[in-house]
């Protein structure tokens, strides 16, 4: 039985480790923040007790504690274990972590995940760079986990992400900011049926998720769309609408915190 480490248990976290674990896989959780609460989940207080033995690490802490938390976690890794970083983060950061494990003899894998984890739980598309690509794939394909592997090395699975996120996040934005100016208008109805309408047969869920969960995640998200800023810029590409789009989540966050 594949033992596989999960640390950090918030929403996403969760999800995985109850679906691994039903799955067939033997699941440990960490996290000192979130008490998980389930009794089929064991959940560990020490870090090297949840690492021991492992053979796939899963690090899904956020994308400002990743790196805090590889330096935590990799000298008490098994040398045969492979690292995956779940997180969304600079390509950059995602290069700092795989230098760290590479300096312990680890495989690292820079995992993007590729959709919102919820839905589908550990049965979410991923896309992994990396020394620890394939092995990452290898191991976890018997529990259903879709890992696509691509060429390059940690921070190439994250660049991509970032680059989807310009598109996922913009269209939020743009679904906010023509949803508001319609309520304002009392036209909220009219419009909602018009965008649906183009988004095809799934499109009022779409609108829902799009305007319910960018609330919901806000924070989260403001920060994963200045890091697709940082990367659009990093290209010399024009990056007026992410722009736009971090005004608009920064206002989403300024409302929610007043």
Known sequence: MTTIAILG?????RHYARGLLRAGAE??????????????????????????????????????????VARDALPLVPASAVYADLNTAAPELKQEIGALAAAR???MADVAVLAP?????HRTPLLA?????????????PFG????????????????????????????ALVI???????????????RGQMA?????????????????????????????????????ATGAPADMTRATLAWFERIVADRQS
């Open 9 to 13: 248990l918030g929403e996403a976290g």
């Open 27 to 68: 699941v440990r959780g960490y996290d000192p923040h979130h008490v998980l609460g389930d009794p089929d989940v064991r959940q560990l207080d020490d870090l090297a007790d949840a690492l021991a033995g492992a053979e796939v690490v899963v690090s899904l802490v956020g994308g400002q504690a990743a790196a805090s």
């Open 105 to 107: 003899g680890i495989a």
């Open 117 to 121: 984890v919820p839905r589908a739980a």
């Open 129 to 141: 760079s990396g020394a620890g690509a394939v092995q990452l794939a290898e191991r976890l394909a």
């Open 145 to 172: 986990v879709p890992i696509t592997v691509i060429d390059g090395g940690p921070g190439q699975a994250a660049r991509l992400r970032l680059l989807r996120s310009v598109f996922m996040k913009g269209l939020a």
């Open 177 to 191: 900011e023509a949803d508001t100016a319609a309520q304002a208008a009392g036209a909220d109805g009219w419009l």
């Open 197 to 233: 309408a183009e988004f095809g047969p799934d499109g009022e869920a779409l609108i829902e998720r799009l305007l319910t969960g960018t609330r919901q995640h806000a924070v989260r998200r403001e920060h994963e769309v200045r890091e697709a800023l940082a990367t659009l810029e």
